[in-house]
């Protein structure tokens, strides 16, 4: 059975609102030649500027895209508007059997596959084959991470230091310097090879003198600074799982292949949402998942520097019966997809008060104070408007407050009809950006928050 796609679901895909303005023209039957699909695949032939038609396939359980259009862009147009026409017209895209040039793509991709898992069951026996002759290169490895680590001990000495003389002199001087003398700290961070705590200091430096109560909320973030750096001077004394918290967050990454090289977590994952922001020079896309039987939530952070192409097989309200592997962690979120099995039923989303909701929450932030959101799913709530702003109520009356222009409230509440809704959402400590929300077995999205 091909899995089923919504239209939200094909408009996440696309790579830029041109993409998405021609693949709309392009999604009507008339557009196509030929079309067809299978459990599989999904494939036509689409009439454009070249003397033969563009010929474009989709194989439907990663969302692998291939097209003969001469187009850079992932997905093209083309793909795009043939998964638009299957989404919304699906009778128009027969079910049939693939033709040989669907075929022979799909057995290409077979085969690439088999290789990397034949690599990777190789990949251990080579490497302890090669344990004498790699020794020098380990050696040299060890040294060059000895010296970053006394790098990153004297940058985070320093960050002690500087924070308790601005704590000394008090934060209602800071509006007179900020953000001058963070984002040069910040810097000095960055030389240290301690990025996260030089990202974490250029976010404080966006709250000085912001809105009311800044100073509550300037102090909370540089007390976290602050326990990162005594956390990480006193490393040793801290258990495992801990230690691999402070590195992350000072900048520390770890090898992928050694994450997927251990133990997995295999249910049916329900993409929930992503949200994709600006940070620096990179763009971060985080997806949220959230296992069926597990219960567990689980963010897969994807980026992109140059404008080089996110990675949007995830796509929301897609099911995937999946093995993701966590990053270490005493309150374990980041996950890799290690293994994708197929499609299933979209699972409905388990209700919970705001007070069971939020009290998850600080039993994370226990485990892991630097943890900067998660994933919240609450219901039955309500849309609550109170002091002219949206609102989340539970059953109980307790409120959630959701960002201050939350665009698609009206339609939300349209759609839902008032009636109670189950949601699943990003939560900071202070608001809930939603990302779905599921009523009688209807997953409705939100594209902004």
């Given at each position: 059975m091909a899995p089923t796609l919504t239209r939200e679901q094909v408009l996440a895909l696309a790579p830029d609102a041109?993409?998405?303005?021609?693949?709309?023209?392009?999604?009507?039957?008339?557009a196509w030649l030929s079309a067809g699909h299978n459990d599989q695949a999904l494939w036509g032939e689409c009439k454009g500027s070249a003397k033969e038609p563009y010929r474009t396939q989709v194989e439907l359980g990663a969302l692998a895209v291939r097209c003969s259009c001469p187009s850079r862009k992932q997905p093209c147009k083309h793909s795009l508007g043939l998964l638009l026409l299957f989404a919304t017209e699906p009778e128009?895209?027969?079910?049939?059997?693939?033709?040989?040039?669907?075929?022979?793509?799909?057995?290409?991709?077979?085969?690439?596959?088999?290789?990397?898992?034949?690599?990777?069951?190789?990949?251990?026996?080579?490497?302890?084959?090669?344990?004498?002759?790699?020794?020098?290169?380990?050696?040299?490895?060890?040294?060059?991470?000895?010296a970053r680590e006394a790098r990153v001990a004297a940058g985070v000495a320093e960050l002690e230091?500087?924070?308790?003389?601005?704590?000394?002199a008090g934060l209602a001087a800071l509006p007179a310097q900020a953000p001058g003398n963070f984002l040069a700290f910040a810097s000095r961070m960055v030389d240290a090879q301690a990025p996260g705590a030089a990202r974490l200091l250029r976010?404080?430096?966006?709250?000085v003198g912001v809105g009311a109560g800044w100073e509550g909320r300037l102090l909370a973030r540089l007390s976290l600074l602050y326990l990162l750096a005594r956390a990480y001077r006193n490393?040793?004394?801290?258990?495992?799982?801990?230690?691999?918290?402070?590195?992350t967050t000072l900048g520390f990454t770890q090898s992928q292949e050694e994450l997927l090289a251990g133990p997995g977590l295999r249910d049916n994952w329900l993409v929930l949402g992503r949200r994709v922001e600006q940070d620096d020079r990179l763009q971060v896309q985080?997806?949220?998942?959230?296992?069926?039987?597990?219960?567990?939530?689980?963010?897969?952070?994807?980026?992109?520097?140059?404008?080089?192409?996110?990675?949007?097989?995830?796509?929301?309200?897609?099911?995937l019966d999946a093995e993701l592997?966590?990053?270490?962690?005493?309150?374990?979120?980041?996950?890799?997809?290690?293994?994708?099995?197929?499609?299933?039923?979209?699972?409905a989303l388990p209700l919970a008060t705001l007070e069971e909701a939020t009290g998850a929450y600080a039993a994370a932030l226990a485990a892991n104070p630097w943890i900067e959101r998660t994933l919240l799913l609450a219901g039955p709530c309500t849309l609550a408007r109170v002091e002219e702003r949206w609102q989340l109520r539970d059953a109980d009356g307790r409120l959630l407050p959701l960002p201050a222009r939350f665009a698609p409230a009206w339609r939300l509440l349209a759609l839902?009809?008032?009636?109670?809704?189950?949601?699943?959402?990003?939560?900071?400590?202070?608001?809930?950006?939603?990302?779905?929300?599921?009523?009688?077995?209807?997953?409705?999205w939100m594209s902004e928050a």
């Open positions: 041109s993409s998405l303005a021609a693949a709309r023209k392009l999604s009507a039957p008339r128009a895209v027969a079910a049939a059997e693939p033709p040989p040039w669907v075929v022979e793509w799909l057995a290409s991709r077979a085969r690439a596959a088999e290789r990397r898992q034949a690599k990777n069951q190789l990949a251990a026996p080579a490497a302890a084959a090669d344990e004498a002759t790699t020794a020098p290169a380990k050696r040299s490895t060890a040294r060059t991470t000895a230091l500087w924070l308790q003389d601005r704590v000394r976010l404080a430096s966006t709250q490393l040793a004394a801290l258990p495992p799982a801990a230690q691999a918290d402070v590195r985080r997806t949220w998942l959230w296992g069926a039987t597990s219960g567990k939530a689980a963010l897969v952070l994807d980026y992109s520097a140059a404008g080089q192409p996110l990675d949007r097989s995830l796509t929301p309200g897609l099911c592997v966590f990053f270490p962690s005493a309150a374990p979120l980041r996950a890799l997809v290690r293994a994708r099995h197929g499609h299933c039923e979209p699972p839902t009809g008032g009636r109670p809704f189950a949601m699943a959402g990003e939560w900071d400590g202070e608001l809930l950006a939603p990302l779905c929300v599921q009523q009688d077995g209807r997953l409705i």
